[in-house]
Antibody, heavy 113, light 107 residues
Framework: QIQLVQSGPELKKPGESVKISCKAS????????MHWVKQAPGKGLKWMGW????????TYADDFKGRFVFSLEASASTANLQISNLKNEDTATYFC??????WGQGVMVTVSS | DIQMTQSPSSMSASLGDRVTITCQAS??????LIWFQQKPGKSPRPMIY???NLANGVPSRFSGSRSGSDYSLTISSLESEDMADYHC?????????FGGGTKLELK
């Protein structure tokens, strides 16, 4: 069955970086784009962008240009999200989603001094 | 960017009630809309694709409809397991945009 399994929760300080992974199984990884979605505590969903898993080309929503990087380890069927220079407002759950039909379980990232 | 205006932001209803949640699109999105259900601590679950198509395994009490730029998710007879947050998403164009969400609670 199709599964997206994300890495575990993270506690970081402002200014640090974090890398979240999303390992896919049950389908051909390069056949479907991978999207990333942010959900701040108690808030709605915000689309961050997507990565073409065949070419590796990322596309970022305007609010996520600069400190956010989508990458792949295609041989491991894994998509990654790296956030640099973390800010308090990055505290959120981050989801990967295969073309928004199958979703990972989410990773809670807490940024606190 | 396409704005998705979702209403209400929260509502309470009784078991057996008919419940309707609406999203209004600021531009034409055709039928390119998904409704998600999200329970606390869980990832969103697609319920309705292409505005009106029920996803696999979704109970038939759920339905989606469209009237112009207004899209609705209806639960015909509310059950306790339906208490959750609901989100709409347009996938007509990039950037993809979500509605603000609706919190559905038991009265």
């Amino acid at each position: 069955q199709i599964q997206l399994v994300q890495s575990g929760p993270e506690l970081k300080k402002p200014g640090e970086s974090v890398k979240i992974s999303c390992k896919a199984s049950g389908y051909t990884f390069t056949d479907y784009a991978m999207h990333w979605v942010k959900q701040a505590p108690g808030k709605g969903l915000k689309w961050m962008g997507w990565i073409n898993t065949y070419t590796g080309k990322p596309t970022y929503a305007d609010d996520f240009k600069g400190r956010f990087v989508f990458s792949l380890e295609a041989s491991a069927s894994t998509a990654n999200l790296q956030i640099s220079n973390l800010k308090n407002e990055d505290t959120a759950t981050y989801f990967c989603a295969r073309v928004l039909d199958y979703w990972g379980q989410g990773v809670m990232v807490t940024v606190s001094s | 960017d396409i704005q998705m205006t979702q209403s209400p932001s929260s509502m309470s209803a009784s078991l057996g009630d008919r419940v309707t949640i609406t999203c209004q699109a600021s531009q034409d999105i055709g039928n390119n809309l998904i409704w998600f259900q999200q329970k606390p601590g869980k990832s969103p679950r697609p319920m309705i694709y292409y505005a009106t198509n029920l996803a696999n395994g979704v109970p038939s009490r759920f339905s989606g409809s469209r009237s112009g730029s207004d899209y609705s998710l209806t639960i015909s007879s509310l059950e306790s397991e339906d208490m959750a947050d609901y989100h709409c998403l347009q996938y007509k164009q990039y950037p993809r945009t979500f509605g603000g969400g609706t919190k559905l609670e038991l009265k």
